[in-house]
């Protein structure tokens, strides 16, 4: 794959960063999938290989305190948002020292600190949580922005068009991403709707939509920031058609039969992660010594990620009943004159 030289937008630190993050995305990613053949964890387990440029860019052009949401492909968000993937992979195992205390599994990572509101198991049920939590921050006056990720998949669910509806009647400072990846499970764009361009999706609600080259970080990092800007401003929600490509199954159990190699083979020939990496040798932005410990970092993470997973605890039998209920600071029934 060959890049031209040329004047770049992004500083070397950008896109040594880029480099970094997807590239650690992929081998965890990688780890993940040879360590659930071995059985060391059990569930469910869908990857996230090819997918990098679309969650960092998202993540690049976030600000701090906006919230991301997104389904239950999510090993890689709380990377790019900057988690050690030991404890994403220590939730995989169904450890306490897990993102979710190893109650969550793959499908359900959480992490307070960098605003990551969860993956969900629920086929587009986050599409409505992810304009709650944009509500809320309308409510309360920031400028925050909920980037809520979903599957081309999910789009066919009738929670994103109630989900539409309110986002622009109230102009919720929400950007809905769609990882376009071309398949929901085994099933085409082209089989499931006579529309196959998803921005159409928001015409009905005049919400602005723009397709996006899911393959090119860079593009992702500016449709992203076009809209969150948008978002601030008081303007409303966009929708997003982030045109990407997973190179592995839908999950680990699918033997991807709806697809031929020549296909995987022409989206790998437009590998997120090459292109970044070319980008850097053909700008002469880092040389062969410092690409080789960025591959080392990334090396030593996973391995320190696996020996932390498999070290660490085994929830104890209490946590059963721990985070079920929530204790309110007030009585469940107010003290006054109707009260019988």
């Known amino acids: 794959m060959a890049t031209r ?6 500083s070397t630190e950008q896109y040594l960063k880029w480099y970094e993050s997807m590239l650690l995305m992929r081998k965890i990613e990688e780890k993940a999938g040879q360590l659930y053949t071995m059985q060391k964890f059990g569930g469910f387990c869908h990857l996230y290989i090819g997918q990098e440029a679309v969650v960092a860019g998202t ?5 701090k305190d906006d919230k991301h949401m997104t389904a239950y492909r999510d090993h890689a968000h709380p990377i790019a948002l900057g988690v050690h993937p030991k404890y994403m992979m220590a939730e995989l195992y169904g450890k306490s020292t897990g993102m979710s ?8 990572m ?8 969860g993956g969900h198991g629920i086929v587009g049920a986050q599409i409505g949580m ?7 921050e309308k409510y309360n006056g920031t400028t925050n922005v909920c980037y809520t990720s979903m599957g081309d998949g999910a789009t066919r669910q009738g929670m994103l068009h109630e989900t539409f509806n309110l986002a622009m009647l109230w102009k919720l400072p929400v950007v809905f991403i769609i990882e376009n990846n071309n398949y929901a499970m085994g099933t085409s764009v082209e089989r499931t709707s006579n529309v196959h361009d998803l921005t159409k999706l928001a015409a009905s609600y005049e919400m602005p939509a723009e397709a996006v080259n899911g393959m090119r970080v860079e593009d992702v990092h500016e449709a992203i920031e076009r809209a969150a800007e948008r978002a601030r401003k008081g303007d409303g929600p966009t929708l997003l058609d982030i045109r990407t490509y997973r190179y592995k199954g839908h999950s680990m159990s699918d033997p991807q039969k709806y697809r031929s190699k020549e296909e995987v083979n022409e989206f790998k020939e437009q590998d997120p992660i090459l292109w970044v990496l070319n980008t850097i040798k053909q700008n002469k932005l880092a040389t062969d010594e410092e690409l080789d410990a960025i591959t080392k970092r990334v090396k030593d993470m996973v391995e320190e990620s696996v020996k932390f997973a498999e070290e660490s605890p085994l929830p104890e039998g209490k946590e059963l009943y721990e985070d079920v209920y929530v204790e309110p600071d007030y009585p469940y029934v107010m003290d006054n004159k109707f009260r019988p």
Do not use: D, R
């Not at 992810?130 to 809320?136: K, V």
């Open 101 to 108: 205390k190893g109650k969550g599994g793959s499908m359900h």
């Open 130 to 136: 992810g304009a709650g939590i944009a509500f809320a």
């Open 59 to 63: 993540a690049s052009a976030a600000n």
């Open 5 to 10: 030289k040329k004047k770049l937008k992004y």
């Open 110 to 117: 959480f992490h307070k600190e960098v605003n990551l509101m």
